[in-house]
């Protein structure tokens, strides 16, 4: 049979508190770069000479796209690479907030728990 050993749950709330420091860096850097990723599709699609041409020969006519369509050279096109992959890293970060927070509660809960029954087997120790 097992027996209670306070170290495993001590460095379990540990490796927790350790989980939680590193998690918003880590989602924030990982929606950065899905960001990144997914701006170089229309910078792509609008730096395409045929593609600007399609867009050009449905203008007007009552299909949805009669409204205008940035001007995205490559001059412009790192600004927008840049501003989506800021955008990707600030939703990454309060994603990896939130996890953090909740890596954070569970680490508390446990180590409430340790005390609990660290508090409960000195009442014990007593009455005996």
Known sequence: MAQYDANIL?????RLYAKAGWI?????????????????MPVTILENRKSQAIIDSYKGTGNGLDAPV?????SNAPVLVLVIGLLGGLVGATVGQRKAFEYK????LTLCQMQTEFNTRQKAGKTS
């Open 10 to 14: 001590q460095t379990f709330a540990d």
């Open 24 to 40: 918003r860096f880590k989602c924030c850097l990982v929606g950065a770069i899905i960001g990144v990723a997914l701006s170089f």
């Open 70 to 74: 940035p001007d995205v050279s490559p």
């Open 105 to 108: 509660l569970q680490a508390q």
